[in-house]
């Protein structure tokens, strides 16, 4: 009979990797890809089983890509998977109001011709992305995905799963989310607040053509964001207070679009659900560090935000520019990458940048989310003014699009 020491000592040779990656929503595989591409061996772990990854029914959920985001898909090989089936967004338009009563007469236009670049984004749905994601790790000889697994410990780059798998690495990142548990074990604490908010997301059909404009609607109870999909088509991402959101929640179908239409508006016609709804109570949190011994984090995990600006995933993506940037520059100097010198270099990189966009996200949510008309005459005045500025509205274009700051390679075209 063998014996359960050698045992133990095989299991983990058999299971040993550059780095681990827990958490495979989006962050977590491109990392792992960006990773490979590098030349460095990447174990990916997800609780999800593989099925349930690869299901390709279309559900609601999409994604706004910055143009940054777009490049980074380029440089990794994925872009031409996903291109036929995105949406470019050639126009922002942000407005102030309330629901059934229209619009304000002030407003922000940003319109993609005024940068050289291109659209400013592109909207995908999840199913299109993901799908990308998976294919180009299942072809991948550097990436193992363990499906359906658990972490329940972590020490020193190593993590026990709940089958009693151990995967010994020299860095452990975490992409698991704003409850991340690689942060928990690593004694990470956050910091944040909810906004009494949640976020209600869906898509719509409607008839008329959107042109390929995106719409930010500021409401006393929250943001409802209009952003155009392929064919007739909109994501929905509809902020309300968490009662109402109940509410609407619990609706059935034909009475949730009669509660949608007074903020939606007519503008595209008559409009029909697609998919389902999704729902998600909407905070600020932020990991005090990003990083700890022998791990690092990414994505939710070490920031959320509100979607106010659709800049989460893109936050994230960036996260997974920076950290393949700086290891790759370890790798070459022969450093060790999990070394707390490497990874302050990751820390220090995109602490900065995260913290101002959660300043930016928490204050235009409360500058917006309320309905005081000296507020209201403020921020008009304000949009108003930055309209009227174009070297102020081509900051604010290149901003949305992610061409601002210190890009990391995989993000400069």
């Given at each position: ?46 609780t ?23 490049r ?82 972590q ?15 020299k860095?452990?990142i ?11 074990r ?8 909810g ?47 968490d009662?109402?959101a ?10 949730f679009?009669?509660?949608l ?19 998600y ?25 509100h979607?106010i ?14 950290l ?90």
């Amino acid at each position: 009979m063998d014996n359960p020491a050698r045992l133990t000592i095989l299991q983990v040779m058999e299971l040993d990797t550059d780095i681990v990656i827990v958490g495979g929503g989006l962050n977590g595989p491109a990392l792992a890809i960006g990773l490979a591409q590098i030349g460095l061996h990447v174990t990916i772990i997800d609780t999800l089983p593989a099925p349930t990854r690869k299901m390709q029914d279309f559900d609601g959920r999409s994604y706004a890509l910055a143009h940054a985001s777009m490049r980074l898909l380029r440089g990794l090989g994925l872009w031409d998977m996903v291109a036929d089936n995105t949406q470019p967004m050639l126009e922002i338009k942000v407005t102030d109001g309330k629901a059934g009563e229209g619009p304000s007469p002030w407003m922000l236009h940003f319109d993609h011709a005024e940068i050289e670049e291109g659209p400013m984004g592109y909207m995908c749905e999840d199913r299109h992305l993901r799908l990308a994601l998976l294919d180009a790790m299942d072809e991948s000889d550097r990436i193992t995905q363990l499906n359906g697994e658990t972490v329940v410990s972590q020490s020193d780059g190593a993590v026990t799963l709940a089958s009693g798998k151990t995967v010994q690495a020299k860095l452990i990142i975490g992409a698991d989310g704003r409850s991340s548990g690689t942060a928990e074990r690593a004694g990470i604490k956050r910091t944040g607040w909810g906004y009494g908010q949640t976020a209600v997301v869906c898509a719509v059909e409607h008839e008329k053509p959107h042109n390929g404009i995106a719409h930010q609607f500021f409401m006393p109870s929250g943001p409802l964001a209009i952003l155009p999909l392929t064919g007739n088509r909109c994501s929905i991402v509809w902020s309300e207070t968490d009662a109402r959101a109940q509410e609407i929640m619990a609706m059935d179908d034909a009475c949730f679009l009669d509660a949608l239409r007074p903020a939606f508006g007519d503008f595209l016609g008559e409009i029909a659900l697609t998919g389902k709804r999704f729902s998600y109570p909407l905070g600020l949190t932020i990991a005090q560090r990003f990083i700890a011994d022998r791990v690092a984090l990414i994505g939710d995990a070490a920031h959320g935000v509100h979607p106010i600006a659709g800049q989460g995933l893109n936050a994230g993506l960036r996260d997974v520019a920076a950290l393949v940037d700086v290891l790759s520059d370890a790798k070459a100097r022969g450093e060790d990458i999990g070394n707390s010198a490497v990874l302050a270099r990751y820390e220090q990189w995109r602490r900065f940048d995260t913290a101002t966009l959660a300043i930016a996200t928490d204050t235009f949510n409360r500058l917006f989310s309320n309905d005081n008309p000296l507020l209201r005459a403020v921020r008009d005045a304000g949009m108003g003014l930055v309209n009227a500025a174009p070297g102020l509205r081509r900051t604010f274009i290149r901003e949305a699009a992610g061409l601002t700051g210190d890009l990391p390679s995989l993000m400069r075209g």
